[in-house]
């Protein structure tokens, strides 16, 4: 129920406050996060309080406040994207340890890319400057091989509904024109897979693969990604393919080459 100035429920501001935590903001004070989440300090403190009682958020002694750990147990428990991670980790590490490059997992989620996990190699001095893919972090579906492969294999109207847009530049070689993207689409299912050099970062090309689930519907996408100018398909492709028959195979998917009909 609506019961502040602006029209939000309660639940809707405890979402803002909750999505004010990210990745270069992990932790921060009240009035900061009353800041991020655009919510009056008075009513900030005291969703806050309520969310430190449960375990929530969390207090640290100097006062900064975080996102508690109790939030990532109830997360857990019969999360569709932790079987989903479980099961495709195996594979993803022998993708890692014949490519021996950086490599991940991520779906499709309320319009945009989300990764489940990511393996870097630690022998590579250039995985460092690579920072993009982390785990639960997400990135436009134009913007991303691992995107467009998502999109590729998804009904028409999902297509349609991303490609009308807005389709942000992220570097300068994103692709923004929807007939240009129709086009690598019908490439990728035709290839089975993407590698489409420096439209996420300048410097990287991803190349991506469809994971197939029940009904062999698209469920997920695995990425090997590479400094641009050294990229191998010829050589990682196979690596990739391999280990995405075999959790299509785990997910139910049927055996053969996986190349579902559009809807």
Known sequence: MANSPTGDSVIGRVVRLLNAFDRQQPSMTLSGLAHRAALPLTTAHRLVEEL???????????????????????????????????????????????????????????????????????????????????????????????????????????????????????????????????RHLAEIRQRGYAAIPGIAVKEWTGIAVPVFGAGNNIAAVLNATVPRGETNVPFTLPALLTAAHGISRALGADSGPARPRRR
């Not at 400057?129 to 995107?147: E, K």
């Open 52 to 182: 430190v009682k449960y375990g929530l958020i969390e207090r640290d002694p100097d006062g900064q406040l975080r996102v508690g750990l109790r939030l990532w147990e109830l997360a857990a428990r019969g999360s569709r994207a932790l079987t989903l991670r479980e099961i495709a980790l195996p594979y993803m590490e022998d993708v890692q340890a014949a490519v021996h490059r950086y490599t991940t997992l991520a779906i499709l989620d309320h319009g945009s890319v989300l990764y489940l996990e990511r393996l870097s190699a630690p022998d590579s001095a250039l995985e460092s400057a690579l920072d993009a893919g982390h785990i639960a972090q997400r990135a436009p579906v134009h913007s991303t091989s691992s995107g467009l492969v998502l999109l590729a294999y998804s009904p028409s109207a999902l297509q349609e509904e991303v490609l009308a847009g807005p389709l942000e530049k992220v570097t300068g070689e994103t692709i923004t024109d929807p007939q240009v993207i129709r």
